[in-house]
């Protein structure tokens, strides 16, 4: 039997349109409510674009998780369409019920429609973090899918790789974080007040303050010292930005200063993002050396 593979994420992988299209990954978009209104992410904006929404509305965007009917219409949808193998890579289990409806809907799905067990086979795999963190072993897996590797080989990959997966980035304007909850509101407010810039660690599943630096030059340098310690030598990273792509450029000089090499692509983080961190951000994803 002829294998049809699709390699399938959400939009808070944050995997530029022209990857998207290059190589045939479908992204499934987070709904965004905004100044009362309802929006699709990748759909209704680009980030620009959003980002100018924030800046209109004081106040937090909230997105909705894909729910688990959602992903059943979808798996309907792929087993009809002849797709023998759905490998799938959604959002931080921890901080989004996305991954854990996807989950719970392949079992209702598979008991809905059971002439489908052996048609279609579907592997969910926790993203464990945002943004370039899975958006970029997201598209190592269909390259690898376009060299002729099969399922099980690209899904070892994956589940070996993601829990290796770390990111650093430093938040510029921390209201955002505090009234979402990722930084306690009174921390927040402190920092401004101090002109303190936190480095957030996303870690196994976790997101922890790492460090605070204080002023932006210091953020970016904080920044590239913590990645270059623990990122494997030699391995491929990828630089995060939001709606500054002057903090983008420092950052890739001084990361390139320091280990000799650009980075393996440049991830600007959209809405799913950005509602909980603000536009302004800079980071760096990495696989992260292995114990000894």
Known sequence: MNRRLQILTDSASDISVEDEKKYGI????????????SYTSRKDFDNET???LMSQY???????QITP????????????????????????????????????????????????KDA??????????????YGWPVLQAAKMRDEGKNPEEIVDYLTELMPRRELYFG???LKYAGKSGRIPTAAAFIGDKLGLKPVMKIFDNEITTAAKCRGEKNLIAKIAEMSVADMEPGTPYQ????????CLQELVDVMTKRVGYGPDGCYQIGAAVAANAGPRVAGIAFTKARSI
């Open 239 to 246: 630089a995060v930005y939001g709606s500054d792509s002057a």
């Open 58 to 64: 004081d106040e937090i965007p909230k997105t909705s």
């Open 26 to 37: 479908e992204i499934l978009p987070f709904q965004i409510m905004l100044g009362g209104k």
């Open 120 to 133: 279609l086979h579907i592997y969910n795999i926790d993203g464990i973090g945002y943004n370039a963190f």
């Open 69 to 116: 009917y959602e992903f059943q219409e979808l798996y309907l949808k792929k087993a009809r369409e002849g797709v023998t193998d759905l490998i799938m890579v959604l959002i931080n289990s921890h901080g989004s019920a996305t991954y854990g409806n996807s989950v719970m809907a392949k079992d209702a799905f598979f008991e809905e429609h059971p002439e489908y």
């Open 171 to 173: 938040i510029y304007e």
């Open 50 to 52: 959003f980002y100018q």
